[in-house]
Nanobody, 122 residues
Framework: EVQLVESGGALVQPGGSLKLSCAAS????????MSWVRQAPGKERELVAA???????YYVDSVKGRFTISRDNAKNTVYLEVNSLKPEDTAVYYC????????????????WGQGTQVTVSS
């Protein structure tokens, strides 16, 4: 059974940083592309970063230079470092997985975690 468990969300002040983690189990981690998708209140889900097994990455323009996605294939874990946080980054952040190739839209990911809340507020 595929399981994705996110952690690391918190309330943080504008300009702050967090590191989100997603622990994966139940599948061959290296063979799956992983992504982070966020959903702000009243808005649709938005893929913000993705990474494939060998480590090629993709970022949506709004987070380039502030967010960093990485993975540890030995630990079956994907991370999202978020820096210079803005109030508009407030959202539930989900980890998602799909077999093989990285995709740039959230609709192409088959497996999802339950999400972790990131709130940016002073």
């Amino acid at each position: 059974e595929v399981q994705l468990v996110e952690s690391g969300g918190a309330l943080v002040q504008p300009g702050g940083s967090l590191k989100l983690s997603c622990a994966a189990s139940g599948f061959s981690f290296y063979g799956f592309a992983m992504s982070w998708v966020r959903q702000a209140p009243g808005k649709e889900r938005e893929l913000v970063a993705a990474i494939n097994g060998p480590g090629t990455t993709y970022y949506v323009d709004s987070v380039k230079g502030r967010f960093t996605i990485s993975r540890d294939n030995a630990k079956n874990t994907v991370y999202l470092e978020v820096n210079s946080l803005k109030p508009e980054d407030t959202a539930v952040y989900y980890c998602a997985a799909r077999r093989w190739e990285m995709a740039k839209t959230e609709y192409e990911y088959s497996y999802w975690g339950q999400g972790t809340q990131v709130t940016v507020s002073s």
